[in-house]
């Protein structure tokens, strides 16, 4: 998958042991995801075993992240089954993209105080 690929490349140059760990957290999740797509598990199956997989810590607020995380499931369960293509490894990294904003916010977010985002 091109998104273990892109993420084991940025490991390999990381200067940062923090992030090479975080890094290393992060594959480690997407490796098992990748076998648990390609188990043959029911849909509710895979989701619930894809949940549980670290996302955030004790995967306490991963339900912040379903709407990501169901895009990275569902996109990475279908290129499994297609022998991925261009379209959904675009898709994946999108939905990776999008849940690791949410992670971040989500981890920022429960060190400060809550402030309002900015309306325009």
Request: glycine share 4%.
């Amino acid at each position: 998958m091109q998104l273990i690929e892109e993420l084991e490349r940025r490991l390999a140059a990381e200067p940062s042991p923090l992030r090479a760990q975080l890094l290393r957290e992060d594959l480690g999740r997407l490796r098992k995801l990748d076998e648990l797509a390609r188990s043959g598990l029911e849909t509710e199956a895979y989701r619930k075993a894809a949940y549980r997989l670290g996302w955030t810590a004790q995967d306490v607020r991963t339900g912040e992240l379903r709407e990501a995380l169901d895009l990275l499931l569902d996109s990475w369960r279908a290129a499994v089954a297609a022998d991925c293509s261009e379209a959904l490894d675009v898709r994946m990294l999108r939905a990776w993209q999008e849940m690791t904003r949410l992670r971040l916010e989500n981890m920022v977010g429960c060190l400060s105080t809550r402030v309002p985002k900015p309306t325009e």
